[in-house]
C-alpha cells in the first residue's frame, strides 16, 4: 500500500521556492477504524523530512541513496506541523545536475505519543 495516494509534484527552476505545500495525515476516525493514517485521538508533535533521487522505498538502505535533502528543501522554512495532522514543506529548484529527475520524500513523524513511523510520498519530478 503506498502511503499517499499516487501524484507528482514539479519543481521547475522558474517556479523556485514555490508554496509552502501541504501534506496531510488524518487520524483514524475512532480507535476501530483503519481509515486514517495516524491512529485515533494522536497528533503529530514533530517532523523531519528527507529527500533522495529515484524510488526509495521502505527497504531501502537509505545510505546508498543520493539524499538532496539540503538543496531541493529550502533551508529558509524549517517543515511546519499545522492543525495537528498537515505538514507544510516548501521547495526549492536543487540545481541543474538534477534537472530530469525524480525524488522520493520521507516524512518522519513524530505522535504526541512518542511513536516515530516514516511516510513516503513520490514523486518530485524535477525540471
Not at 477504524?33 to 524510488?55: C, L, M
Request: aromatic content about 14%; some cysteine; proline content about 7%.
Amino acid at each position: 500500500m503506498l502511503d499517499f495516494d499516487e501524484q507528482s509534484i514539479d519543481i521547475r527552476y522558474f517556479t523556485n521556492l514555490w508554496g509552502p505545500y501541504s501534506f496531510a495525515f488524518p487520524p483514524c476516525s475512532s480507535a476501530t477504524a483503519n481509515d486514517g493514517v495516524i491512529p485515533y485521538g494522536t497528533t503529530i508533535q514533530t517532523v523531519s523530512v528527507k529527500a533522495y533521487i529515484g524510488n526509495v522505498t521502505p527497504s531501502a538502505t537509505l545510505a546508498s541513496e543520493t539524499d538532496i535533502t539540503a538543496t531541493l528543501i529550502d533551508p529558509a522554512y524549517t517543515p511546519v506541523v499545522s492543525a495537528d495532522t498537515n505538514v507544510l514543506v516548501k521547495f526549492q529548484h536543487p540545481g541543474v545536475a538534477y534537472k530530469g529527475e525524480k525524488a522520493t520524500l520521507i516524512f518522519e513523524l513524530t505522535l504526541d505519543t512518542n511513536a516515530k513511523h516514516p511516510f513516503y510520498f513520490k514523486y518530485l519530478r524535477i525540471r
